[in-house]
């Protein structure tokens, strides 16, 4: 079958085109440039097309398909960047890589797989979509360590029957690693791409202060009771339960418990407090049909957990997930929170500030 | 089987071209040596210049050989720039618009040709000028009115140079009757092979090189001459008869009428074997990328190192709106098949139907 595949350049993505078209699939590569590369490294006249997207190239025609570079700048820039830019601005800590799949990646390449007549698109993300009895599930990983599973929790479940994600059964990288020296491809021993793609440097705060100056204000640093105990330089290098970078004497204990933009706060308590016992979460996408009542499943509020035994409620009307877990966890506003039963992805939202009262497992949903 | 309608970008080489760069890659010698080694190379680098000083008009001891068509805007513009300010046409190629960074801008009309009026009035106020003014465009065909755009030069005392890369070959150009000081050209647009351009200049002009080097094609461009490829460059002028290149226009009209689509520049005078058109809704990128797989190599907007497709300023320039950023160029090779039209069609065809059902869908 003809199969659209992204491609960035790395080893995952690679090895999936290689798969696929050593299996006899008309493999059509294509690949992204989200960013001026260029510009992203600070050096002038630098190609906008970074070392990634040459790669991809050049697997390609090792691979003799197809391949395109599709530019997506502009729709990068507004859809991720920005949409990173203002939840910082909001207060929030943000996950661009879930915006990244949920638009640029699964929202325009199945477009554009359609448009030229593929019935699937496949992408390196380690993670399964399994058929079930009611459609296509999405599963963790064979490889827990490698388990993307949490960044693709905004994948639609129209997205979901026409994704492949051929590295999902793969023991562990090492094993990827060997199947790409197998195929004799060079990107064999890159090593993994770190950190936000965009922001090659890592400093992602200048970026933020150069697109939401507010963000990066300095502003008071105060405990829950509003007295101020020092200075903080812009909230957009805080995160909730995060103990370094505040600077305060014998801070010892002390983290920030919330981030408040309109008075440009970072609030500080003891860290002991900042776990939370029930955590509100919005724009929902269910893999599943969720259920009327109050159910059991586990859940992860960040990338790097393990999940753990929670007790959720869907509100359907208000269109507003709360979960409870069993031991109360530190939950940062725009992280994901992405549910799970057993292997298997219940759906997930986006963690919005405030707190809610725990949901009563005993009691119906309203 | 494949069907080359990339033209524009580069033309598929003429046999013409290929025997003599093939026999000249022969040639052990250095045309700069003084031994007869030397002087066989010398002579096909000279016939190779008369050549082209024949088929557009220059005098042959003031065509100077480069690397190609982006190497001679440059050493035209980057040496008659020095004590003037730069005007350019607002649908230029990249090779121009880089080369005269800093540059005013010359607004072109809806139908693609450079705006007369605007030139006039640029030209009116300021000091001594450039006017930097390519031939035909190279994304829609679009013919400028160059011997207009001449006469409100020399009226004002303005230097004027022209992009001739993708006019050459494809309509008749007499540099010497042009009035400007200098054009470009590029082998492998004419069907020659990749690697070798010229730049023809008005007998007298004198111009500092930006390689000066071993000060070969009379100091203006140092370094020893890609013989191969200049070689096939002046067999590649000699035999792209501009005549020849009107019975593209047939395939072209054809392809036109089958598509029934509106087409970018439709109003101005156009080369014969260039078509850039709309399809609404459909994003240039996607088009391109659909017929290649079916087979047709078609472009849109400008090419860059990366391979991606980019939307087109030119396009833009022309008030073209969101439409340009659905537009394809086809651009017919010299030796575009009888059926090319039909074929082009068909697969046109297909893929507009498979869009359609898709949005519906």
Redesign the interface.
């Known amino acids: 079958m003809r199969i659209l595949v992204a491609m960035s350049g790395g080893v995952d993505s690679s090895v999936v085109a290689g798969l696929l078209a050593e299996q006899g699939h008309d493999v ?1 590569g294509a690949t992204l ?1 989200l960013y001026d590369h260029g510009a992203a490294v600070q050096k002038k006249g630098a ?3 970074g070392q990634d ?1 040459h790669d991809a ?1 050049d697997v390609a025609d090792r691979l003799g398909i ?1 391949h ?4 997506r700048e502009s729709r990068f820039r507004d859809a991720v960047i920005g949409d990173f830019a203002d939840s910082y601005a909001r207060g929030e800590t943000p996950i661009p890589c879930v915006r990244c799949n949920q638009t640029v990646k699964f929202q325009d390449l199945v477009a ?1 797989a ?4 593929c019935e699937a698109l496949a992408t390196g993300h380690y993670a399964r979509r399994v058929e079930g009895p009611d459609g296509p599930e999405l599963r963790r990983a064979a490889d827990p360590a490698r388990d993307q599973s949490y960044f693709l929790f905004a994948t639609t479940r129209e997205q979901l029957a026409f994704a492949r994600f051929p590295l999902g059964d793969m023991p562990d990288k090492a094993a990827v690693r060997r199947e790409a020296v197998r195929l004799g491809l060079a990107v064999a021993e890159k090593p993994d791409s770190q950190d936000i793609c965009f922001v090659p440097s890592g400093r992602y705060h200048d970026l933020v202060a150069k697109l939401r100056p507010e963000a990066a204000e300095s502003g008071e640093i105060v405990d829950r009771e509003g007295h101020v105990l020092g200075r903080h330089q812009g909230m957009a290098r805080y995160t909730v339960g995060q103990a370094r970078g505040l600077g305060l004497p014998g801070e010892a204990g002390l983290r920030v418990a919330a981030l408040d933009p309109a008075r440009r706060r970072v609030v500080v308590a003891p860290a002991a407090s900042i776990p939370v016992t029930s955590v509100p979460v919005g724009e929902v996408n269910w893999l599943s049909e969720p259920p009327a009542v109050a159910f059991r499943a586990e859940a992860k509020f960040r990338a790097r957990e393990v999940p753990q035994p929670v007790t959720a409620v869907w509100d359907a009307e208000a269109r507003r997930l709360i979960v409870t877990p069993d031991q109360p966890v530190i939950s940062a506003p725009g992280q994901g929170c992405v549910l799970y039963d057993g292997d298997r992805v219940l759906g997930g939202g986006f963690i919005r500030p405030g707190r809610v009262a725990p949901v009563d497992a005993s009691a119906p949903a309203a | 089987m494949s069907l080359y309608l990339d033209a524009n970008a580069t033309e598929p080489l003429r046999p013409e071209a290929r025997a003599v760069a093939l026999a000249a890659m022969e040639l052990v010698g250095n045309p700069s040596s003084v031994h007869a080694d030397g002087r066989a190379a010398r002579r096909v680098l000279e016939e190779a210049r008369s050549r082209v000083a024949a088929r557009f008009g220059g005098s042959a001891r003031d065509v100077v050989f480069t690397s190609g068509g982006t190497e001679a805007n440059a050493l035209a513009i980057i040496s008659l720039r020095q004590g003037r300010r730069v005007l350019v046409g607002a649908t230029e190629h990249p090779a121009v618009l880089r080369a005269a960074e800093g540059a005013g801008m010359l607004p072109v009309l809806p139908d693609g040709t450079l705006d007369l009026a605007a030139l006039e009035a640029a030209l009116a106020s300021g000091g001594p000028a450039l006017v930097c003014l390519m031939v035909a465009n190279n994304e829609t065909g679009v013919i400028h009115p160059v011997a207009e755009a001449a006469a409100i030069c020399r009226r004002h005392g303005a230097a004027l140079h022209l992009d001739a890369v993708q006019a050459a070959g494809r309509m008749p150009l007499d540099f010497a009757s042009s009035g400007a000081e200098s054009m470009a050209l590029s082998g492998h647009k004419l069907g020659g092979p990749k690697g070798a351009g010229a730049l023809l200049l008005r007998p007298g002009l004198d111009l500092a090189p930006l390689i000066a080097g071993g000060g070969q094609e009379r100091g203006r461009r140092g370094g020893t001459e890609a013989l191969p490829a200049i070689a096939g460059l002046g067999a590649a002028a000699e035999a792209a008869d501009p005549a020849a290149a009107a019975r593209l226009t047939l395939l072209r009209d054809a392809i036109e009428a089958g598509l029934g689509l509106p087409v970018a520049g439709s109003g101005a005078p156009r080369l014969p074997n260039t078509s850039c058109v709309i399809l609404p809704g459909a994003p240039a990128e996607t088009q391109v990328i659909a017929l290649d797989l079916a087979g047709m190599r078609v472009s849109a907007g400008s090419a860059c190192s990366s391979g991606k497709v980019a939307r087109s300023p030119g396009l833009a320039a022309m008030g073209l709106g969101d439409a340009a950023g659905e537009a394809i160029r086809i651009s017919l090779p010299w030796n575009a098949p009888a059926d090319a039209a039909a074929r082009f069609v068909e697969a046109h065809a297909a893929m507009r139907e498979r869009l359609a059902l898709r949005r519906a869908g």
Do not use: E, N
């Open positions: 059509i440039q190609c906008c097309a997207i190239r197809p395109y570079v599709l530019d554009l359609k448009d030229l007549g």
